[in-house]
């Protein structure tokens, strides 16, 4: 009588103690599907793009508006007879280097039929720097090769290039130089060996 007594209690630990064992095992299952699932979720978040706000503006969006952007200048060309300069007002896009773009845009000649260039239209601006109020500005050799015209259209050609520098503040005086050389006058005429004054041509 008492072995069956311990018997059966052997029996009940055994069953008892299975059953305790299954849910440890269910509990522990359950909490690495758990922990499976929050590392999905966080892989989610950190692989999920940022998104940029309103107010936010790209390099790219930056760069275009810059681009974009333009400045009035003031050309000088030939008026129809060829005997006065006339200004043109011409808007061209903001940069560095403003005025080589403005001196360019004069070589390019008038967009007004009712005005004549002033400079051959193959010269080609070599180099032009500004330092202590004097610009030097060098051209090709085309800008006197090819200037036709007499003492009237040299007096255009010079001028035109000192009028049209002189609309910048820090332009005081400007140097023509040809091919990088100092040259007495464009074509015999006027005299460019030294700078000119702005205030000599207004």
Known sequence: MKRLIIFLIIIALLLG???WIDQLQAWKNSNTSNNGNDDSQSQTIIDKPLV???DQTTTEETAATTIGETV???LYFSNADGTGLVAEKRDIPKQEG???ATINNLIDGPQSTDLLPTLPSATILEDINIGNGLC???FSSELSDNLNGGLMAEQLAVYSIVKTLSQFE???AVRILIDGQAVE????HID???AIAVQTVE
């Open 17 to 19: 103690g299975c059953s």
């Open 52 to 54: 940029k706000s309103d």
């Open 72 to 74: 009035e200048v003031t």
């Open 98 to 100: 403003l005025a080589r």
């Open 136 to 138: 030097t500005v060098d």
């Open 170 to 172: 820090t332009v005081d």
């Open 185 to 188: 006058s464009l074509s015999g």
């Open 192 to 194: 460019v060996s030294e």
